[in-house]
Antibody, heavy 118, light 109 residues
Framework: EVQLVESGGGLVQPGGSLRLSCAASGFTLSGYWMSWVRQAPGKGLEWVANVKQDATEKFYVDSVTGRFSISRDNARNSLFLQMNSLRVEDTATYYC???????????WGQGILVTVSS | SYELTQPPSVSVSPGQTAKITCSGDALPKQHACWYQQKPGQAPMLVIFKDTERPSGIPERFSGSSSGTTVTLIISGVQAEDEADYYCQSGDSGPTYRRVFGTGTKVTVL
């Protein structure tokens, strides 16, 4: 059974940093692109970033470019999202998501809440 | 930035057909997916490559594509289909960025 379990969320002040982790099981992480998707309270889904299987390519939504960094450790079946210079508008539930061929987001974690507030 | 546009809400009676549209200029060149999200839950894939249904998704869920618009069709709507639905595709241009539609709340009357 495929499982994606996020951790590392919580409350942080504006300008602070947080590192999200995602533990993957039930499949071979190295075979897939991986994404982070977020959802602000009461709002829609927003794709945040993704990373190629070997981490040689990474893409970001404009609003986080230069502040967030996606990475992965295939040997440890883990995906990460380093979030710096956090803003109030980054407050959201963050989902770890597996990408299948063609950008199909076929497996989702349960999500982790990040709250940016003073 | 590239956008996918959906109607904010669709209302349908049980047993009737719900159609949710998603419009975007790059859709003629990019496949689209659809996701269902119920309150307090993570999204779930219900349609991929415009018309394909993952295993385990009921046959009443189907998709179609025409030009710059893709459509999610729920035939014989059931109360359990009440949820938010999002389309998703690739960003326009030579990139692996992804983009979501604005979302549609389906209400079963």
């Amino acid at each position: 059974e495929v499982q994606l379990v996020e951790s590392g969320g919580g409350l942080v002040q504006p300008g602070g940093s947080l590192r999200l982790s995602c533990a993957a099981s039930g499949f071979t992480l190295s075979g897939y692109w991986m994404s982070w998707v977020r959802q602000a309270p009461g709002k829609g889904l927003e794709w945040v970033a993704n990373v190629k299987q070997d981490a040689t390519e990474k893409f970001y939504v404009d609003s986080v470019t230069g502040r967030f960094s996606i990475s992965r450790d295939n040997a440890r079946n883990s995906l990460f999202l380093q979030m710096n210079s956090l803003r109030v508008e980054d407050t959201a539930t963050y989902y770890c998501v597996r990408e299948n061929i063609g950008g199909i987001l076929d497996q989702w974690g349960q999500g982790i809440l990040v709250t940016v507030s003073s | 930035s590239y956008e996918l546009t959906q109607p904010p809400s669709v209302s349908v009676s049980p047993g009737q057909t719900a159609k949710i549209t998603c419009s975007g200029d790059a859709l003629p060149k990019q496949h689209a997916c659809w996701y269902q999200q119920k309150p307090g839950q993570a999204p779930m894939l219900v349609i991929f490559k415009d018309t394909e249904r993952p295993s385990g998704i009921p046959e009443r869920f189907s998709g179609s594509s025409s030009g710059t618009t893709v459509t999610l069709i729920i035939s014989g709507v059931q109360a359990e289909d009440e949820a938010d639905y999002y389309c998703q595709s690739g960003d326009s241009g030579p990139t692996y960025r992804r983009v979501f539609g604005t979302g549609t709340k389906v209400t079963v009357l």
